[in-house]
C-alpha cells in the first residue's frame, strides 16, 4: 500500500510540472504599419500550429527592427512550442532586456525555466512578473504549480486559492490545488477540487485520474474505478488510467481484472516497470510463479530499486 501511495505522488507531480507547461501566452501585438502584413501572418500561426512559419516571420520582424521587444517574445514562444526551450529563454531574456516591465516575458520565460524543472529560475521569474501584477493569473497560477513540484504545498495552496479567488472558472487553478492537497493527505478537500476542475472542464482525463487516485487512497476503490473509466473513455492511450485501474482492482481483489489492465498498460508501454512489477506480485499470488517471477525480474532489469 505504501508504494502504491509512493507511486501515485509520482504521478501527481508530472501533471503538476504538465501543468506549469500548459499556459504560454502569447503577447498583443503592437502593430506598426511597415510590419503590419507580416505580423498579421505571423499572429494567424499559431492557430494553425505552423511555429515554424511563425519563427520565420519574427525573424524577418526582428531583422527590420531588432529593437522590437514583441517579436522576440512572440519567437520565444514559438520555439517554445516546438520544445526548443533553450533558444525559447534567449528570446524571452532578450524581450525582457529590451522591454524590462514586460509582464508576459517573465511569465512565460519562467514557464519555460518550469518545463526544463530549473524551478528556481521559474519562480524567479514569476516573482518578477507578480511584482509588476500582482493579479496576474498566469505568473500566479505557474508559481502555484512550481511550489507544488517542489513539494511546498503550503504555498502551492496560497497561490492557487488566489488564482481561484481572481477568476473561479480557472479549471487549473482546482486540479493543480486539488494535488497539493492530496500531496498533505486532505483528501477531502482534494476530491472537492478535482470535483470542480472536473465541472469546469469535463474533458481533462487527468483531473479525473487524480480524483480517481485520492478516491483510492481514501479506500474508496468503486468510485476511483469510476474515475479511471472515464478518464479511459476521453483518453484510451492514458497508461496511468489503466495502471491505477488495476491497483484499485488489485485492492478488490479482483485478480482478474487487475491483471488486465496491467496487461493493458504494458502495452501501451513495454517499460513501464510499476506495471510489470504488479502484475508479477498478482500472478505470484494467483499461482503462475514462474509468470512472476520474469514480470518482476524484467521490472527491476528498468527500476532495481522496485520491492527493495
Known sequence: MERDRAMSRKLLFALLILALGSALTFVALRWNAPLSDLLNQAEAAPRDGDFDRVIADYDEAIRRDPTYAVAFANRGLAYANKNDLDRAIADFSEAIRLDPNSILAFANRGIAYGKKNDLDRAIAD?????????????ALANRGAAYGKKSDFDRAIADLSEVIRLDPTYA???ANRGL???????LDRA?????EAIRLDPKDPKALVNRGLAYANNSDFDRAIADFNE???????NI???YYRGNAYARKKDYDQALANYTEAIRLDPQFAEALYNRGRIRRMTGDNS????DIASARQLKPSLGR
Open 126 to 138: 514569476f516573482n518578477e512578473a507578480i511584482r509588476r501584477d500582482p493579479n496576474s493569473v498566469l
Open 172 to 174: 487549473m487553478a482546482f
Open 180 to 186: 497539493a492537497y492530496a500531496n498533505k493527505n486532505d
Open 191 to 195: 476530491i472537492s477540487d478535482f470535483t
Open 231 to 237: 478518464s479511459i473513455q476521453l483518453d484510451p492511450k
Open 240 to 242: 496511468h488510467s489503466f
Open 291 to 294: 509468470g512472476g517471477d520474469a
